[in-house]
């Protein structure tokens, strides 16, 4: 079974550019979720996708945009970069439902110049 | 709103001693509480979780965490600290409620010392 994948491991960008994160899901999952983690402080939601829809979104401005494709992999897309866009980037599967366990792939650790 | 507080940013204990990490959450309705562990230049990884079975949950490497409702708090402990379970961890709240999504805790930053 393979678990959550996501790519690049790091890239580094400049402000105001344009970013494209991905992620492919655990084997049986159709529901994914991305996070944003500042350096020292916890993870924060920026929306999930379920079956190819957005199934909620946290307090991200509109820049913040993702896509789930059929086979359940997705990506994170973020407009004009901000110098406090650069964190790392955690995505996770989970089975569907609301309070079902989160599985974490190892990040994108984003750095904006 | 659920919200997640871990009353201590950094703990440190000694090898062979006990592990208590603290988590008060809040949440207005029947929540489901994780830990998650993190090791440096890692993923999450999960620990354990309670959804309104057991109120005391066991999970992996020896780690097991009491939920308790009147006290709102889901506490992380161990027998014996290793070397090895120095990592950050978070306690995660998430409720049906609220909608599809975790919310952390800022975290604990646990050390082993020799």
């Known amino acids: 079974e393979t678990g959550v994948t996501q790519s690049p491991t790091h890239l580094i960008k400049t402000r105001g550019q344009q970013v494209t994160l991905r992620c492919s899901s655990q084997?049986?999952?159709?529901?994914v979720s991305w996070y944003q983690q500042a350096l020292g402080q916890g993870p924060q939601f920026i929306f999930q996708?379920?079956?190819?829809?957005?199934?909620g979104r946290g307090n991200f401005p509109p820049r913040f945009s993702g896509l789930q494709f059929p086979n359940y992999s997705s990506e994170l897309n973020v407009n004009a970069l901000e110098l406090d866009d650069s964190a790392l980037y955690l995505c996770a599967s989970s089975a569907g439902q609301v309070t079902d366990t989160q599985y974490f792939g190892p990040g994108t650790r984003l750095t904006v110049l | 709103a659920q919200s997640v507080t871990q009353l201590d940013s950094h703990v440190s204990v000694s090898e062979g001693t006990p592990v208590l990490l603290r988590c008060n959450y809040s949440s207005s309705y029947s929540p489901s509480l994780f830990w998650y562990v993190q090791h440096p230049n890692k993923g999450l990884q999960l620990l354990l979780k309670y959804t309104s079975a057991a109120t005391l949950v066991k999970g992996i490497n020896g780690f097991e965490a009491e939920f308790k409702k009147s006290e709102t708090s889901f506490h992380l402990t161990k027998p014996s600290a290793h070397m090895s379970d120095a990592a950050e961890y978070f306690c995660?709240?998430?409720?049906?409620?609220?909608?599809?999504?975790?919310?952390f805790g800022p975290g604990t930053r646990l050390s082993v010392l020799p």
């Open positions: 995660v709240v998430s409720d049906r409620a609220y909608g599809q999504n975790f919310v």
């Open positions: 084997s049986g999952h159709n529901t």
């Open positions: 996708y379920y079956r190819e829809e957005e199934n």
